[in-house]
């Protein structure tokens, strides 16, 4: 999958956190958490961490902050372009349609003659321009992230029938450390990154899930 | 160096690890049936089989093929009979003929899986091999006529 086009980042300002834990949308960048501690303002490519969050007293609304904050990411095109709703991903900042029109295939991994692993390797090519990372295919379709919203993503994260059957630990080791999770971060060949590291991200939804793993009220976006 | 079997024979090759397939099979062993087209895994001309899967060896590292099996359209059949070679000339089917190697190796793959397939599956499994000069609907009817090949000859 290759990125063409330079147009204009999709990632969106983390300017809704607060409105979130409060299921509030719509409002001015807030800075200020209920309890009328101060949060820091972030740029596009910057994650709020989860140290961050914390002074955020109510449990519930740090959880949900803590998820839309994550949300972020999994919302960008580094992220959503592999979790399509449908049987061909996407590719670039405006989630076109990967070129070759290749399809998910039974098991999110191609067809024969255009697999992922006909063309893409275990690392990105510079030259080429092919992007690459181990294992690399599709998200299943019961993992669609294109069109969805952090509450929607958040219940499917949560639900061990969409999520193959991990649990909340497993989540978190795997947005903490899964190696083709890791390449959103490290896309080669001048794409922009997902926002913040996968550090961070992986700092996030453990505090999620010790916070109660509580998800964003739905229609709020980040 | 790196140990691999080409079209059935072990060769040894003292390359840089990172060298693509297309350039170690083309320039070091000299099997320049398979063409260099877009050199980024978008025209599928480079196409060969790792291990009977389709790869771009245009963007595959050659260690990628240490110790496994590539074949090559030299490979394809010894004598030029594999009932795709035999229907791509009884159609016809080239026009210059550069995509062709990566067509017919393409179309290899699906037959090997899928032995009778029907448009949608041709249409899929060719989708990253592109014709400029547009002989898609010859190949199409080549590949249904190589599945009737190989039906008959069994």
């Not at chain 2, 089989?49 to 790869?55: A, F, K, N, Y």
């Amino acid at each position: 999958m290759r990125e063409r086009r330079g147009a204009p980042g999709r990632c969106v300002l983390a300017v809704a956190v607060i409105a979130l834990a409060c299921g509030r949308t719509r409002r001015q960048p807030e800075t200020t958490s209920k309890g009328g501690a101060s949060l820091p303002q972030v740029s596009a490519g910057e994650l709020r961490s989860a140290e961050a969050l914390a002074q955020i007293e109510n449990r519930a609304d740090r959880s949900r902050a803590l998820f839309a904050e994550a949300s972020r990411v999994f919302l960008h095109p580094r992220c959503v372009n592999c979790h399509p709703d449908g049987d061909t991903p996407h590719q670039g900042m405006d989630l076109s349609v990967h070129d070759p029109p290749v399809v998910r295939g039974p098991d999110d991994k191609g067809v024969v003659g255009v697999q992922c692993s006909s063309c893409h390797q275990d690392h990105n090519l510079e030259l080429a321009r092919v992007p690459g990372a181990p294992e690399w295919h599709l998200a299943p379709r019961a993992m669609a992230w294109v069109g969805k919203s952090p509450h929607a993503i958040c219940e499917q994260m949560k639900d061990p029938a969409r999520n193959r059957g991990r649990t909340l630990a497993q989540i978190v080791e795997h947005n903490a450390h899964d190696r083709l999770v890791a390449w959103g971060w490290n896309p080669g060949h001048g794409r922009e990154p997902a926002p913040g590291t996968q550090e961070q991200l992986g700092q996030l939804i453990a505090a999620w899930v010790e916070s109660g793993a509580e998800c964003p009220i739905e229609g709020a976006t980040p | 160096m790196i140990t691999l079997k080409v079209n059935g024979e072990v060769r040894e090759l003292d390359v840089d690890p990172e060298m693509p397939l297309l350039w170690a099979l083309r320039d070091v062993l000299g099997l320049t049936g398979t063409k260099y087209g877009c050199g980024q895994a978008q025209c599928g001309a480079c196409t060969v089989h790792l291990d009977g899967e389709v790869v771009r060896s245009c963007v595959t590292p050659v260690r990628r093929a240490a110790g496994r099996e590539v074949t090559t359209i030299e490979g394809l059949s010894p004598d030029g009979s594999h009932p795709l070679q035999r229907a791509w000339c009884d159609l016809a089917v080239p026009q210059c003929g550069f995509c062709q190697a990566g067509q017919i190796m393409t179309s290899a793959a699906l037959l090997a899986s899928n032995p009778k397939p029907g448009d949608a599956d041709i249409e899929r499994c060719l989708a990253g091999n592109i014709c400029r000069c547009g002989t898609y609907t010859r190949i199409r009817a080549a590949v249904k006529k190589a599945a009737q090949i190989s039906e008959e000859g069994r």
